[in-house]
């Protein structure tokens, strides 16, 4: 069984950089075809995907954070990383990090497994 952990600070200051790990069990983010991402869902509004990490060391981002966005990873510890820079309000969210066996995709509906999620405040 897969079993995805967020961890991180649950309060952030505008300005600053949110960081966010993902702790990854029953496999390994380097398994052929799995596709890692971070994806966030706003009070109120449907989920966003923000960017992943492929099994072959590629990363891809959405565009419209792509700016501010940076994904890594760390495959001896079977982690992968989130780095959302310039925070504001607007970024508070519950941040997810999910995986998807094979193919990407940036549609949260096509991914086989989730993290419990972690709440994260930007206060203003």
């Known amino acids: 069984q897969v079993q995805l952990q967020e961890s991180g600070p649950g309060l952030v200051k505008s300005s600053q950089t949110l960081s966010l790990t993902c702790t990854v069990s029953?496999?390994?983010?380097?398994?052929?075809?799995?596709?890692w991402s971070w994806i966030r869902q706003p009070p109120g509004k449907a989920p966003e995907w923000i960017g992943a990490s492929h099994y072959a060391g590629n990363y891809y981002y959405n565009p419209s954070l792509q700016s501010r966005t940076s994904i890594s990873r760390d495959t001896s510890k079977n982690q992968f990383s989130l780095q959302l820079s310039a925070v504001t309000p607007e970024d508070t969210a519950i941040y997810y990090c999910?995986?998807?066996?094979?193919?990407?995709?940036?549609?949260?509906?096509?991914?086989?497994?989730w993290g419990q999620g972690t709440q994260v405040t930007v206060s203003s």
């Open positions: 029953g496999d390994s983010i380097t398994t052929t075809n799995s596709y």
């Open positions: 999910a995986a998807k066996r094979a193919g990407r995709s940036s549609a949260s509906a096509e991914y086989d497994y």
